[in-house]
């Protein structure tokens, strides 16, 4: 089973930065296109970011300007640099691709506040 393992959460003021990464096994990870997710308490997991296989992105409208997806296909990582924290922003960050083909892992808490 390909696996995949999120880091670089935590506790920031509102404004703040972070950046995720999310580690993949297996291979093909270059021609899959690939998302981060987000869960907060009592909401389903939503949609964030994806980027494709030409590095083409999309955003949801909730993080557009202010979050940025990236890949880098040589360490199969995928990266999200989240600028202008919102407590709102505040979820267990997941990654998978968008066809789920990976085990999900254990997310990364980001939690903004003051």
């Known amino acids: 089973q390909m696996r995949v393992v999120e880091s670089g959460g935590g506790l920031v003021q509102p404004g703040g930065t972070l950046r995720l990464s999310c580690a993949a096994s297996?291979?093909?990870?270059?021609?899959?296109?690939m998302a981060w997710y987000r869960e907060s308490p009592g909401n389903a997991r939503d949609f964030v970011a994806t980027i494709d296989s030409d590095n083409a992105t999309t955003y949801s409208d909730s993080v557009k300007g202010r979050f940025t997806i990236s890949r880098d296909n040589a360490k199969n990582t995928l990266y999200l640099q989240m600028n202008s924290l919102k407590p709102e922003d505040t979820a267990v960050y997941y990654c998978n691709s968008i066809t789920y083909s990976y085990v999900w892992g254990q997310g990364t808490q980001v939690t903004v506040s003051s």
């Open positions: 297996g291979s093909m990870f270059s021609s899959r296109t």
